[in-house]
């Protein structure tokens, strides 16, 4: 027992190897081995063995089979225990709880621990179990390509592959996609969140531009399309550290058997469209969920059913209307101008000369500012009208206190019939007719500036052409003028005669 306490002391104490331990006190290595590892599955610290008896220390050592017997029962828990970890509060201290309450003659804590974590290296559970379940959805495309071909022109045409997982079911998701840009990628993301049926807490992607503008370990810049995006789903985007691989090794353990399970048995096969090819990948994906895990009694999308499916959180009612920015100032009139459309939305009045974000999609524009969604409109795609809000308009609007619509029609019908039309116009195509009135007021100003019956010429000839706007009738004017004034000064008789004695004439210059 004195060479056992030495050896002990030795690895404990010295932290020496079986190897080095043989050297010094002349005992076989194989010898020393079995030794340590009985003491390390009794789970005794070294303390404690330092104080026992030679009768107590000699009883733990001959006690390894029962150990072992105690210890098979156990490993053939695991599996059951692998599966239950993933549910959300379950922790390995209280399968413990549970299990010495079943047995209540069974390993400690610590043999517990031990064995556990021993089974999950020595079996290759080709699952990990810290991994809660609903908690991450990892994401990356696969560095290998598939195609298809072009049926009119015989083309081949390269795809990316996406590849998403639920790490603690390893449920996965994968399809081509025509190339790796902001909307393909986001519309991938959006296939799978449907795909696995619910929405998990956090995206992981890996730190490409579609999705990450600028990686940071402490602070990482997120596309603010892609933000918008995980807002819609209630969900938050966690991208990878850069250069840390085992921040993704679930994602890219998944790429390699995509390639096994999916990219190698379709090798063969030709697709004639990227529909096709996508088929065929989920023929072979079904296939690849369905298969059981390696050393375990269920297959990934039974896993999913029974422990992850109902911890995502509620798919939203709609998909995600895929949106845009722009950023712009506010005009002095309090709008701004949505440039695809060239139609313009109110903001508040004390917002002009600021600037201000929109993000917009097919159906609103909401308009940001220092970060904060102020208003959203329904969209209106009608070029160069006015989406205004009432309560936008400052109270003392600038023209409210000296002017009204019938002012600005007396004023329009003292200058003539054509511009009363031109300004009745106006006033009418504005759902609030202040808005109007700037413009009214430029045209009438005209008059004043070139004559108003050049002026009312220029209105009679927008009504015709149907080409009511400020810009075009004070362009309208000036040119009339000028003409006008062109034309009187070829009328303009001179005041020499034809002929005179001074007049050399052009035979002189010949």
Not at 174 to 200: D, H, K, L
Not at 312 to 331: F, G, I, M, S, W
Request: net charge positive.
């Amino acid at each position: 027992m004195k060479q056992t306490r030495e050896i002990i002391r030795l690895k404990y104490v010295c932290d020496l190897s079986d190897r080095a331990i043989s050297s010094v006190t002349k005992i076989s290595r194989p010898t020393v081995a079995k030794i340590c590892n009985t003491i390390k599955d009794s789970g005794f610290h070294y303390d404690k063995i330092k104080g026992m008896s030679d009768s107590d220390l000699s009883s733990i050592i001959s006690e390894k089979k029962i150990v072992s017997e105690k210890a098979e029962i156990l490993i053939a828990r695991f599996p059951q225990y692998a599966i239950e970890l993933r549910k959300k509060g379950v922790t390995q201290q209280l399968l413990w709880e549970e299990y010495i309450n079943q047995y209540p003659d069974g390993l400690r804590s610590s043999q517990f621990g031990r064995l556990f974590n021993r089974w999950k290296n020595d079996k290759k559970i080709s699952m990990h179990i810290n991994h809660k379940a609903g908690d991450k959805m990892y994401i990356d495309y696969a560095g290998h390509k598939m195609n298809y071909i072009n049926r009119k022109t015989g083309e081949v045409i390269n795809t990316e592959i996406y590849v998403a997982i639920l790490p603690a079911s390893q449920l996965t998701y994968v399809e081509a996609s025509s190339s790796q840009n902001q909307e393909q990628f986001m519309r991938s993301t959006e296939r799978a969140i449907w795909y696995f049926g619910g929405v998990p807490s956090a995206l992981v992607p890996d730190n490409l531009k579609s999705g990450v503008i600028k990686a940071s370990i402490y602070e990482p810049e997120i596309n603010r399309l892609f933000a918008d995006f995980a807002d819609h789903y209630r969900t938050a985007v966690v991208p990878t550290r850069a250069r840390k691989p085992k921040d993704k090794a679930h994602v890219e353990n998944a790429v390699k058997i995509c390639y096994r399970r999916i990219f190698a048995p379709l090798r063969n096969d030709k697709f004639y469209s990227l529909e096709e090819l996508n088929e065929a990948i989920q023929i072979k994906l079904e296939l690849y969920n369905n298969k059981k895990l390696s050393n375990m009694t269920v297959s990934r999308r039974e896993l999913f059913e029974d422990v992850e499916k109902g911890e995502l959180n509620k798919l939203p009612v709609e998909r995600y209307p895929l949106k845009h920015t722009q950023d712009v100032k506010v005009a002095f009139n309090y709008h701004v101008q949505l440039k695809e459309d060239k139609h313009y939305y109110s903001v508040p009045y004390l917002l002009k000369g600021k600037e201000v974000r929109v993000i917009y999609d097919d159906r609103n524009v909401a308009i940001y500012s220092d970060n904060i969604r102020i208003v959203q409109h329904k969209r209106n795609r009608s070029p160069h009208k006015y989406t205004t809000i009432k309560e936008h308009m400052p109270f003392n609007h600038r023209f409210a206190d000296n002017w009204d619509p019938e002012k600005i029609k007396r004023w329009a019908e003292s200058i003539g019939k054509h511009t009363l039309w031109v300004v009745c116009y106006i006033l009418d195509s504005k759902k609030y007719p202040e808005q109007a009135y700037k413009s009214c007021m430029g045209i009438l100003g005209q008059a004043k500036k070139h004559g108003g019956d050049f002026l009312e010429l220029a209105c009679r000839k927008a009504s015709n052409l149907e080409r009511v706007n400020y810009k075009f009738i004070c362009d309208e004017v000036s040119r009339i003028k000028d003409q006008y004034e062109k034309d009187q000064d070829d009328k303009q008789p001179s005041l020499l005669p034809e002929i005179h004695e001074n007049v050399r004439g052009q035979e002189y210059y010949n």
